[in-house]
């Protein structure tokens, strides 16, 4: 999901077809209408049609007529503070979200946070690929695979270059079994198969 970095956000108002000619008409929502913050980072529309909409200040929902917001309690011992930069509904009713440098659930019926048992808590992101069914979770020299529910079916990890403490990220093209793997600004070359990676020649 790209990074919104707009001030504020588009939403879709109404779509109104005249003579073979599509109109679309666009409003602006801002905190003066309820968002905890006016930087908007991530979108996903759930199963149930809300619009959840994660911020610097919090995620919010919002269900075409107002937006509900959530944000870190103090003391909270799951999500450490209101910076929320992708959003995903892995499965109906519960999302799965960066949050800050840790990735966090929340089941959106009892509007409450929790965590799963990720092989490492911080210094972990959470990306999916268009066409993708699972989940690449990307950490420090080294990266998860998960199915769709988020359980991790294989990783991959490198050997540090010397001094260096980076991330590991993993891209399957579509339709194609190998992936690319990211890391220290170098590519290499996946395949899950062997489980092995091999330094792309650079152009």
Not at 12 to 37: A, E, H, K
Not at 90 to 104: C, D, E, P, Q
Request: hydrophobic fraction near 35%; glycine fraction near 6%; charge should be positive.
């Amino acid at each position: 999901m790209r990074k919104l970095a707009a001030s504020t956000f588009l939403l879709l108002g109404s779509l109104i077809c005249l003579s073979q000619t599509s109109r679309f008409s666009f409003v602006n929502y801002n905190i003066s209408q309820g968002l905890p913050d006016n930087n908007v980072q991530c979108l996903a529309q759930d199963a149930r049609g809300f619009l959840w909409i994660g911020t610097s200040e919090g995620l919010s929902r919002y269900d075409g007529k107002s937006f509900k917001n959530f944000f870190s309690s103090r003391n909270d011992t799951i999500i450490k503070n209101n910076d929320f930069t992708s959003v995903y509904e892995f499965r109906k009713g519960h999302l799965a979200i960066n949050n800050f440098n840790r990735i966090v659930c929340f089941n959106t019926y009892t509007e409450q946070f929790y965590t799963l048992p990720f092989p490492v808590k911080e210094n972990i992101g959470l990306s999916q690929q268009p066409g993708q069914k699972g989940y690449f979770l990307s950490s420090i020299n080294r990266a998860y695979i998960t199915d769709d529910q988020l359980k991790v079916t294989d990783s991959i990890t490198v050997l540090p270059e010397k001094g260096l403490t980076t991330y590991l990220k993993i891209f399957f093209l579509q339709g194609k079994k190998e992936g690319l793997a990211q890391y220290a600004n170098k590519l290499y070359l996946y395949s899950p198969d062997s489980k092995k990676y091999q330094p792309l020649p650079a152009p």
